[in-house]
Nanobody
């Protein structure tokens, strides 16, 4: 299994970015791959999920600004981020749920068995 993110960068508040996560060794339609982000000195924060039926889920912090989508032909998960804020600054990862994990908290790294290398998003005010 390999997860490869791309698309990060440095932007100003109010700008947009699109992140992509290309998976190999598993199908993104499984619904067990998520976007999380990690700011310096903090634990992971769940950002978005799209389930097997294509239904997206977001936490309040990014709802109505971020949109997750799937490109099934390229086995890629995309994250369109609009109206970015300085508090969105973090390293963004796509991660895969560990089916054997007992940990249900999205912020617990033990929930996940595969991580991409991450892509830095920096938003200046």
């Amino acid at each position: 299994v390999q997860l490869v993110e791309s698309g990060g960068g440095m932007v100003h508040a109010g700008d947009s970015l699109q992140l992509s996560c290309t998976a190999s060794g598993l199908a993104i339609t499984n619904g067990n791959i998520r976007w999380v982000r990690q700011a310096p000195g903090k634990g992971p924060e769940w950002v978005s999920t799209i389930n097997t039926g294509g239904i997206p889920y977001y936490p309040t912090a990014v709802k109505d600004r971020f949109t997750i989508s799937r490109d099934n032909a390229n086995n890629t998960l995309n994250l369109q981020m609009n109206n970015l804020k300085p508090e969105d600054t973090a390293v963004y990862y796509c991660v895969k749920d560990d089916p054997l994990s007992y940990y249900s908290d999205y912020a617990d790294t033990r929930r996940y068995d595969y991580w991409g290398q991450g892509t830095q998003v920096t938003v200046s005010s």
